[in-house]
């Protein structure tokens, strides 16, 4: 490799560790939250039920005593939906556990207002003309059970609420094997007097979880979908947003045509009001400042309902785990649009999506996750291989022009544009490219992100095990020194403790180890500061990976000692056996800067 290519390397393989550590110490600032709004949500038309007093799905003061529940009792759910306002606000997961450790709790998903960090989820109407909110049923109305004890797969349950002044609302619910609901409100007009009125369904959560990853890869906040378009808002934009007219406080008001949804996401579960697809409807999502409320709320259009007469709508309610293949089944046979976009799958979705869909694939066939990486690897690696194939090809017929090389510098002496104007000729005549050995680099950079992306923000890899002590590859590596690499019942120090740069685990090790033989293919370079650089750049990322996900290092081990293997038996099928021993030695030699010249001739000669 000549120095033009080296430097070319070194600027790649610098860039990446530059980006990394820019990265990790200073995330970008998240962009300013935009807000969308329309004559019609400024100032709903007269066929709209106007919002005025109290806003739907906040109490309004008054303290309402707790009411009977009714059990939610699925293979993969268990919770309560609670009669005050009907609120669907105890949810616990049972596939999911807190750790790692198989005695720990379900994860808790929804929580009571009563409780810290409450989230929920509820349903009411929203009063038009000569109605006032305490005509409509909203976050405290005391529903009656009228049918089913308790919901399940097979048993709706149905609650109702009459207001005495001529209206019965009934609200139907009905769960199906996973994590969606189907809520079916309806109301009949009693009295004498045509009714104006339009349904919405809300979710609530109070103040940020404590468990907020804040970290500017992963989307966690408000998101939707609103006719095609994705919108994702983070708690901080969302607190960012402009008063809304309409609102009364921080929101955004988009209105959707036909198809859409939205909801608040955290990195695994998520809790989303879903209109039917061709239902037009108000998405708004807003920051009450006075309660530290974040809401997201789907209103729907005013309904008229005269003496005699019933009306209803439907909506589906997704609240639990972000598994892909019941996203993608809700979207495929609920036609539920982009609902595979609650994951959060970044800028590099072409790459993130179909990587993960080949892992989760392979990982079908083995069973284990840390192999399905292992043979990602593989597969990538042989995907790129006519690529690294011309590279390596490249490296070795530079290996034979090294004489020829030599003999230009020698001749050009201090004449740098000389030097590199039959450079340029020599590689044109010997048709080699001095840039290709950099360009299995290139193509890495984009994988090992898009592969970052998938093992941080899938739910199937969050506790997915490999062997021994590597029960969670979403993790850093739980071994070091300190616990003698897992054998010693005690952990490692805490990724964010200081001590977690002295005590690094044994797969970081394996990372520079790999990564300094497969350097020590090709000669040190003769300069003193790019020996140094490459001589120490693989411990820096030895250090610097410690804290990251042990499936995304088990891949970059993988991916270095598979391209050691490629390398070399390229290049010696290509009449060049690399040195690799006397470069090892070689490593650890000073190079002499008064006399490049004479080291290089001897070594052509």
Partial sequence: MDEQNRNLLLAFVLSLLVLVVWMWMFPPPEPPPQTVTTEETDAPAADDAPLTGALPGEPAGEEVAELPRIPIDTPRIEGSINLLGGRVDDLSLRDFRETTDPGSDIVEFLRPEAQDEAFYALYGWRPGRDLDWDAVPGATTPWELVEGDRLTPDRPVTIAWD?????????????????????TQSVENTGGATARLAPYGLIARHGEPSDLENFF???????????????????????????????????????????????????????????????????????????????????????????????????????????????????????????????????????????????????????????????????????????AW??????????????????????????????????????????VNPAAGCLPILMQIPIFFSLYKVIFVTLE???????????????????S??????????????????????????????????????????????????????????????????????GLVLYWIANNVITFAQQYSIMRMNGHKPDLVGNILGAFKRSKPDKPAEAKGGKGK
Wanted: glycine share 6%.
């Fill in 481 to 550: 020194i300190f616990n003698f690499f897992g054998l010693l019942p005690w952990a490692a120090p805490h990724p964010e403790s200081f001590l977690s740069l002295v005590f690094i685990g044994i797969l970081p090790i394996l990372l520079g180890v790999s990564m300094w033989f497969q350097m020590r293919l090709n000669p040190a370079p003769t300069d003193p500061i790019q020996q140094a650089v490459f001589n120490w750049m693989p411990w820096l990322f030895m250090f610097l990976l410690g804290w990251f996900a042990s």
């Fill in 461 to 479: 890899l969050r506790h997915a095990p490999w062997f021994g002590v590597f029960q969670d590859l979403s993790a850093p590596d739980p071994t």
């Fill in 217 to 387: 890869i992963l989307h966690e906040g408000i998101i939707k979908v609103t006719d095609g378009t994705l919108n994702e808002d983070s708690y901080r934009n969302t607190r960012n947003n402009r008063v809304h007219e309409r609102e009364g406080t921080n929101a955004s008001v988009i209105d959707v045509t036909e198809n859409g949804w939205l909801g608040i996401t955290d990195k695994y579960w998520m809790a989303a009001l879903i209109p039917q697809p061709g239902q037009p409807f108000t998405a708004v999502s807003r920051y009450v400042p006075s309660r530290d409320l974040y809401q997201t709320r789907a209103d729907l259009p005013t309904v008229v309902v005269g003496p005699g007469e019933r009306d209803e709508i439907t909506t589906m309610l997704f609240a639990g785990a972000k598994e892909w293949t019941t996203i993608r089944t809700y979207e495929r046979e609920a036609g539920i649009d982009r609902f595979i976009d609650a994951i959060d799958w970044g800028w590099f979705f072409f790459l993130t999506k179909p990587i993960f869909a080949i892992l989760y694939f392979i990982n079908g066939i083995i069973g284990n996750m840390g192999w399905s990486i292992i043979t990602l690897t593989l597969l990538i690696k042989a995907v790129l291989l006519p690529l």
């Fill in 163 to 183: 207001n005495g002044q001529g209206l019965r609302f009934v609200q139907r619910y009905e769960i199906d094997e996973n994590f969606m609901f189907s809520v």
């Fill in 390 to 431: 011309k590279s390596y090809v490249s490296m070795a017929r530079m290996k034979e022009l090294q004489p020829e090389m030599l003999a230009i510098k020698e001749r050009a002496g201090d004449d740098r544009q000389k030097m590199q104007q039959e450079m340029m000729k020599l590689y044109k005549e010997k048709k």
